[in-house]
């Protein structure tokens, strides 16, 4: 009798170590298998964040369908009728006008803060492009600064200006590391400056001969007629 109790305790023991093992088994495949993907997202990409309206500014020249003005309204309120004449031909047709006008009131503000504290340096943010879409905003959203306007679009900024109006001209800043070099259509240099180092506070001018290909300027940021 003891001995078959043995022999059944056994038994059991092989059958609860063989249950074991098994179990352990199905973990471990269940473990190596692969995990499901994540669903990819299904969202359709807003095409107010497309590169073409990421670059669209006061500046920019719309390359595709614009927005006709009669859709040019805001989601809320109205626009008055100096700002749709901005926004006239300026608007994405994919794009919120009210983007495109808060830009353009954002170079006026610019022109604002600048010109009462320097209209020289105003005018030469103009005048240079630092400040982007001004010369398009000033006339319908801060008419106020049209004299400004109007000496800047006389100028020109740094760099190299082709065919420049003969005459005297300033450059809006007084460093030092100003240069300027006039060159006929030949490439011969008509006039180089300045002659000497400017004096602390002095003004820079350039006489620009007439018959002047290319107007070449470094460190002067603007220039306009003295």
Do not use: H
Request: aromatic share 4%.
């Amino acid at each position: 009798m003891y001995r078959r109790s043995a022999a059944a305790a056994v038994l059991l023991a092989a059958a609860l170590t063989l249950t074991a093992c098994s179990s352990g088994d199905g973990a471990s495949d269940a473990a190596e298998a692969p995990k499901a993907k994540p669903p990819a997202a299904s969202a359709a990409p807003d095409p107010a964040d497309s590169p073409a309206a990421a670059s669209a500014g006061p500046d920019a020249k719309p390359t595709g369908p614009v927005l006709p003005d009669a859709k040019l309204t805001p989601k809320t309120g109205s626009f008055k009728d100096n700002e749709k004449k901005y926004l006239s031909g300026r608007v994405p047709e994919k794009m919120d006008p009210a983007a495109v006008l808060q830009s353009g009131q954002e170079a006026c503000q610019r022109i604002e803060r600048t010109a009462k504290r320097d209209k020289d340096a105003a005018i030469g943010s103009i005048a240079s492009g630092e400040v982007k879409g001004a010369k398009d905003a000033i006339p319908y959203l801060c008419p106020e600064q049209k004299p400004l306007l109007a000496v800047a679009e006389k100028g020109f900024g740094d760099g190299t200006r082709t065919a420049p109006a003969a005459g005297t001209y300033r450059a809006l800043t007084q460093a030092a590391a100003c240069t300027w070099q006039a060159r006929g259509k030949d490439g011969a240099v008509l006039a180089t400056g300045p002659q000497t180092p400017p004096q602390p506070g002095a003004r820079i001018t350039a006489d620009i001969p007439a018959g002047t290909a290319e107007f070449e300027s470094s460190g002067c940021y603007a220039w306009i007629p003295a």
